[in-house]
């Protein structure tokens, strides 16, 4: 075969195959997202069960001081905020414009504060109508959330790795001179939201109420006005990584800002536990669950306004 000869054949190869590739180009596109899908569907179901291990290897190491009477719901209970923290873990591992040890501390950092921190502090104020819960069994439940949380998060970093990132390629944003109010006006308004559901929704169970009754007499009301002050700029420390980092245009950050807040503190309400009977948890579970998606929409919303979009790409 001549020069001439070979080039035609060659020429005529190609064509032909790329005449196949375009015929079969979106089974071929089809057949690769359906990998794509397997692949991140597997990486879920590997985080979910490490986690499982990883809380329950937890708790046979550091088991918990106050004993519990077997409950049909305990491992619904479990098995549904393990999914829920799954999912978030997974959304901001995939979401979050960092890489590395940022990622996965970041990750850490907002999921253990949100469901573990803001509420145990809760736990502080109203000791009294918590007998069960001592300092050796809270420090339990803080150091062995944040071991979990942490492993779990590092674990999802090493499935989902990020080799390169693109900073401020979506409509990321960085402080401007209005969150010197915006800031302070936030935990004001945090507090009048917690005292607004607080009142007119959890209140309105006498049974809560009475479960609370030891406590609210011996708490100083301006202390308490002030604590949920100091809680309400946390929540807004919280809430600066889902407005800052995270990849998305504004309407997915107050919607993750606000699905966060409401569902990852309440998610545990919803089934029996041994510290709250079954009204008084509901009461709760309506209550923080308006309140702080509320309060997570309008801090996302306010932090994220058309005068922050300042960044350049």
């Avoid at 606000?258 to 948890?281: D, G």
Wanted: charged share 15%; glycine share 4%.
């Amino acid at each position: 075969m001549n020069g001439s000869a070979l080039k035609i054949y060659r020429s005529a190869s190609f064509s032909f195959v790329l005449y196949i590739l375009k015929q079969n180009l979106s089974w071929i596109l089809k057949i690769i997202a359906m990998k794509t899908n397997l692949l991140f569907a597997l990486k879920c179901a590997g985080l979910f069960i490490f986690y499982l291990v990883v809380t329950i290897v937890a708790e046979a190491v550091y088991p918990s001081t106050v004993e519990v009477e077997p409950s049909p719901g305990a491992f619904a209970a479990l098995i549904t905020q393990l999914l829920v923290n799954s999912i978030a873990i997974v959304y901001f591992i995939n979401r979050l414009d960092l890489k590395g040890w940022k990622r996965m501390l970041t990750t850490t950092l907002v999921v253990y504060g949100i469901q573990l921190f803001m509420t145990q502090m809760e736990t502080l104020i109203f000791r009294e109508a918590f007998p069960t819960i001592d300092n050796r069994e809270l420090t339990r439940l803080l150091a062995m959330g944040f071991v979990v949380i942490l492993a779990s998060s590092a674990f999802a970093a090493l499935l989902w790795k990020k080799k390169t990132v693109v900073l401020y390629s979506t409509e990321n944003i960085r402080p401007d001179k209005s969150w010197y109010y915006k800031v302070p006006v936030l935990s004001v308004a945090y507090m009048l939201l917690y005292f607004f559901f607080g009142r007119y929704v959890a209140f309105q169970s006498e049974a809560l109420r009475e479960f609370y009754a030891t406590s609210l007499g011996n708490i100083n009301s301006n202390g308490l006005i002030i604590t949920q002050i100091v809680r309400g700029a946390l929540w807004v420390l919280l809430c600066l990584p889902m407005v800052l980092w995270l990849k998305g245009k504004r309407g997915e950050k107050i919607i993750a800002t606000a699905l966060l807040l409401a569902l990852l503190p309440t998610i545990l309400l919803f089934f029996p536990n041994p510290f709250m009977p079954h009204e008084i948890r509901m009461y709760h579970f309506v209550e923080v669950f308006l309140s702080n998606g509320i309060f997570g929409a309008l801090a996302a919303y306010m932090l994220t306004s058309k005068k922050a979009f300042l960044a350049k790409k």
